[in-house]
């Protein structure tokens, strides 16, 4: 049993023998309060032994690991007792019954997602993501698949989709939640208007129980079980005390997932025969208990036919009460999913580089602001059927804004903005945002617009406002009132409309929870909705289930008071508002309100854990499956850091070693800036932090240095290059750089060419009406002239005049090993030149042939050493809009250049990847429309993510492996596909690793191009 731990806050009242940020556990290994570090650092050491001696894994113990584990997708933050990570489902069972039996706490964890708090406690966390990914027997006859609890949902529907059969609860974290963890959430989505929540697809469970049995719970196990027929007994009574309550308080809507399924078990009771126990499935009662019960190991789902046909129909409105309300009519026509969207959304959405785009895709009012979207979704077996049904309804709204897609890639483009509603509200400007804590009501929607309404004088009333999404086909809208956490009174305004919103829930004889989960968000509010009688019984049957209380504890049974919502907040995890240290940056971080805030807008959302699709964001990730390697980690562990979480003082602890590890495996990539809809950007946040950490070092590291100042070495190298050039391919060059450098010997080293800035200056000069600036970046400067030299030609072709500019380095080395200092020395410069070059020649344009100097000019140039100088920044802004890349430039300008070349049939395939900073800044197209110009349908362009090379990370020892592996993600298979495709790479370090990977000459597009018109 829990013993009281001492804590004497006297709101907890009754619940203080529940809390769990300071207990004693009276068992055969006793865990210490939690403030005894010393004490509690010994005991982690014999619970990780306890672990390790029985189960094959990962046992991750040390604090920096504990924290990349303390929060989740919500507002909390609770340092976990430890973390493991089992090698395979037996050995994670293993690890949880050895624990259980030594009476220590633990939680079981899928994606870590949670938006309720639930998935975060002072407990032994048991990671099942990584490796607990199997997907095993499967019978498309009797539609039914077996998983283990770390199967992500799109890699499942993947393998099922040749079967035409699909998992039918549809959640808008498809690409990385868990079926584990949306079992213990009782997840649901936007179809759940036909397919129901997890629970009504849900056939059978294999679990541990807290006693250390290990069963499959299915419908009438009881019969067969004698374990599960005590278990049904014991319920059974429970169950039948509050049968009139069950009845009265449990809503009858679709979307409820309040406390345990007291409704679906007492139907299951009543359902079977007399005598027995024949209907009851104890999986139905696991499933949305949120990890209090037993452990998930596997389950057997249950299985619905994919849509033959699909039809969206989206819906311009100019407010939320405009959207609401022909809901009724809308839901009339039997839709699969009416989704809303509000303005909020649609502004933040506006603001990021990934999705302004699929605003722009959204019907507009004929006059006035778009303020609203519905997304109304049909489903059929033929194309006219749903075609039909979304006519009807454009003929319901004559006068409404209308948008008809049916085919798949216009409909997945158009439902990016409702997926990505929740992480791209976290990146809305201003010191309140919205926030996850009364989010999850759900009511009937015949009285949804009244609810809204209501819910909005509430907000109204505290002195905010709210955002609105979600499901609006189930009366289920996440509505999140802007709250600034760090402020203790907004806290109190918090709490107050947490009391008043679950008093209007159970006025509507809603649901707290629709989806998400109670947590600790919610379980504190359950008596204001359920009533105490109902949430004695959830009391009493998590004795029955866990008489000890070690199954992620306090969940869903501390239910008052409301108070307690505000407990371990991340943002004050120990009561204090965390202190905020004002770092003078490098970068401007104003846009952020700062950099511990721009570290701090990760919400946990998890995007950066996708491992099926076309995302490029986490390429480490992708590779090592490890939370650490996400950028979620990356970023907490930055958050902690720069709160100072780690040291006596509070302040920003630039030197923790562990920190800077977790930063080591990020390749810059800038994935996250465009991908994460929150706006994280790590690369920025990766060099900031390493250039605090050499100013507090008082030095940089020699291989820092010498990898930042690359342009130096390759301009020394390059008057050399004759005797170089072949040296560089020997061993004993190789092993020269790997003493000096610790490059690793597998790689090839880059090659060293002949000066092209002095190649220009001895040609002939070349006159045209028009000019462009031609950027002189160290790769085609000194290691690949003949790009260079190509594009001067290639321009020339197009009646430019070329100006190659040598104004020094773009600051892209010096940036991405931290050496910030002096980018911002080199950058002035550089920008300086490069602006009194623009002006004196009266430039068409700066073109780049580095995609990564591109991203400098672009991006990096307009932020770093500006801040508080307009001026100054005004002037790159104005460089930045003129900077495009070659390629790009000719395809834009293709019918406005003095002339243009013939182009020759093209009779050869073309392969194209896109550098990482190409992809996430300006996209693909950026290269692949010039491309298409020349080889039209014979070129690909690749799906596929980073190359692993990243500049100068791949070069060395210790990265070597994981460069490769991130290669062997999507790229090197795709090359070797296409064995005799020509390989076209915009990249220099995509180049590089192309040729090391899998021995192929990637050319770049501008050579490309050249070699045709040449020919």
């Not at 469970?205 to 067969?224: F, I, K, N």
């Amino acid at each position: 049993m829990v013993e009281k731990c001492g804590n004497k806050d006297s709101r907890r009242g009754d619940c203080e023998e529940a809390c769990t940020e300071g207990w004693r556990l009276s068992s055969s290994l006793s865990l210490p309060l939690a403030s005894d570090r010393e004490s509690l650092d010994a005991e982690r050491l014999r619970i990780r032994a306890l672990i390790t001696q029985c189960a094959r894994g990962d046992a991750r113990f040390g604090r920096h690991d504990r924290m990349l584990y303390a929060t989740d997708a919500s507002l909390y933050q609770v340092e976990p007792i430890g973390v493991f990570i089992p090698a395979t489902v037996e050995d994670g069972a293993k690890a949880v019954r050895a624990l259980l039996h030594a009476g220590v706490p633990i939680l079981p964890r899928g994606g870590g997602t949670a938006l309720a708090g639930q998935t975060v406690n002072h407990a032994v966390v048991i990671d099942f993501s990584a490796h607990c990914r199997g997907i095993g027997a499967f019978d498309a006859a009797a539609r039914t698949v077996e998983v283990e609890a770390g199967v992500v949902l799109d890699q499942l529907n993947a393998f099922l989709a040749p079967s035409e059969l699909m998992f039918g609860a549809d959640v808008a974290t498809s690409s990385h939640a868990t079926l584990g963890g949306m079992i213990g959430n009782n997840s649901a989505g936007a179809n759940s208007i036909l397919y129901g929540r997890t629970v009504e697809n849900l056939e059978a469970v294999e679990v541990l129980l807290p006693d250390g049995s290990q069963l499959w719970l299915t419908e009438g196990g009881a019969e067969h079980d004698p374990r599960q027929r005590v278990l049904v007994e014991s319920l059974a009574r429970v169950v039948r005390g509050v049968e009139s309550e069950i009845r009265e308080r449990i809503p009858k809507i679709l979307r409820h997932v309040d406390g345990y399924n007291f409704d679906l078990l007492l139907a299951q009771l009543d359902a079977s025969s007399k005598g027995t126990y024949d209907r009851v499935n104890l999986a139905h009662l696991v499933c949305g208990s949120e990890g209090t019960l037993a452990t998930v190991l596997r389950a057997r789902l249950r299985l619905v036919d994919r849509p033959k046909q699909r039809a969206l129909a989206v819906l311009g409105f100019a407010s939320v009460s405009d959207a609401l309300a022909p809901l009724q009519s809308i839901l009339a026509t039997h839709p699969a999913a009416v989704e809303l969207v509000d303005d909020v959304i649609l502004s933040v959405a506006r603001a990021n580089i990934e999705y302004r785009k699929y605003v722009e895709l959204m019907p507009s009012p004929a006059s006035g602001t778009l303020g609203a979207v519905l997304y109304v979704e049909y489903f059929g077996d033929h194309a006219a059927s749903v075609t039909a049904k979304a006519q009807a309804l454009a003929s319901m709204f004559p006068h409404a804004a209308f948008r008809l897609a049916m085919n798949g890639t216009e409909r997945l483009e158009l439902w990016k903005l409702r997926k990505a509603g929740e992480p791209l509200l976290h990146a809305l400007p201003g010191v309140r945002k919205p926030v996850t804590f009364v989010e999850d009501t759900a009511v009937d929607p015949a009285r949804l617009p009244e609810f809204v309404e209501r819910f909005r004088s509430v907000v109204t009333k505290h002195g905010t406002q709210a955002a609105y999404y979600a499901h609006a086909s189930v009366g289920c809208l996440h509505i999140r009132p802007l709250i600034a956490v760090e402020d203790r009174l907004d806290r109190a305004v918090m709490l107050r409309i947490a009391e008043d919103i679950a008093d209007l829930v159970a006025e509507f004889r809603g649901a707290l929870s629709g989806e998400h989960g109670d947590g600790r968000v919610r379980s504190p509010l359950l008596e204001r909705v359920l009533g105490k009688p109902l949430c004695d019984a959830l009391r009493a049957v998590k004795e029955i289930f866990d008489p000890k209380g070690l199954m992620n504890p306090g969940n869903l049974v501390v239910t008052a008071p409301s108070a307690l919502i505000l407990d371990n907040l991340r943002v004050a995890p120990h009561g204090e508002s965390l202190a905020h240290d004002d770092v003078a940056t490098y970068f401007d971080f104003s846009a952020q309100e700062g950099f511990q805030h721009a570290a701090a807008q990760c919400n946990g959302a998890g995007l950066c854990r996708r491992l099926e699709g076309g995302a490029s964001m986490c390429p480490s990730y992708r590779a090592l499956h490890d939370e650490r390697h996400a950028t979620r980690g990356r970023a907490n562990a930055l958050r902690v850091a720069l709160t100072g979480q780690g040291t006596s003082a509070g302040t920003a602890d630039f030197l923790d070693e562990e920190t800077a590890a977790t930063l080591d495996l990020c390749l810059s990539c800038k994935a996250c800036k465009t991908e994460c809809p929150s706006g994280v950007d790590l690369s920025k946040l990766k060099s900031e932090f390493l250039a605090q950490r050499y100013r507090v070092l008082g030095e940089v590291p020699k291989r820092a240095q010498s990898f930042g100042r690359i342009r130096e070495t390759l301009a020394f190298a390059s008057k050399w290059s004759r005797l170089l050039s072949p040296f560089a391919k020997t061993r004993l060059a190789s092993a020269i750089a790997h003493a000096r450098l610790d490059i690793d010997p597998r790689r090839s080293l880059p090659p060293i060419g002949a000066s092209l800035f002095r190649w220009f200056q001895r040609r002939p000069t070349h006159t045209a009406t028009r000019t462009v600036i031609l950027f002189g970046d160290c790769i085609a400067g000194y290691s690949e002239p003949d790009i260079g030299k190509n594009a001067v030609a290639l321009l020339e072709a197009f009646g430019y005049r070329v100006v190659l500019a040598d104004v020094g380095c773009c600051g892209r080395s010096l940036i991405s090993v931290g050496m910030l200092a002096e980018a911002t020395s080199a950058i002035a410069c550089a920008s300086r030149a490069l602006s009194e070059l623009v002006d004196a020649v009266d430039a068409d344009a700066v073109l780049v042939l580095e995609p990564s100097c591109a991203s400098a000019i672009r991006d990096d140039w307009t932020e770093l050493g500006v801040a508080g100088n307009s001026d100054e920044r005004a002037r790159r802004v104005r460089l930045a809009s003129k900077t495009r890349l070659v390629e790009e430039f000719l395809d834009e300008q293709w019918d406005a250049h003095p002339k243009r070349p013939s182009i020759p049939d093209a009779c050869d395939d073309v392969l194209f990847h896109a550098h990482c900073h190409q992809k996430a800044l300006w996209g693909s197209a950026s290269s692949a429309r010039f491309l298409r110009r020349f080889f039209g349908a014979r070129l690909r362009v690749l799906d596929t993510g980073c190359c692993g090379m990243a500049g100068s990370f791949g070069m060395t020892t210790e990265h070597y492996e994981l460069s490769l592996a991130i290669g062997e993600d999507r790229l090197f298979p795709a090359l070797r596909e296409s064995p005799r495709a020509n390989v076209c790479a915009s990249g220099a370090s995509c180049r590089h690793q192309i040729h090391d990977g899998v021995a192929r000459t990637a050319l770049h597009p501008v050579d490309l191009a050249w070699r045709c018109l040449d020919a």
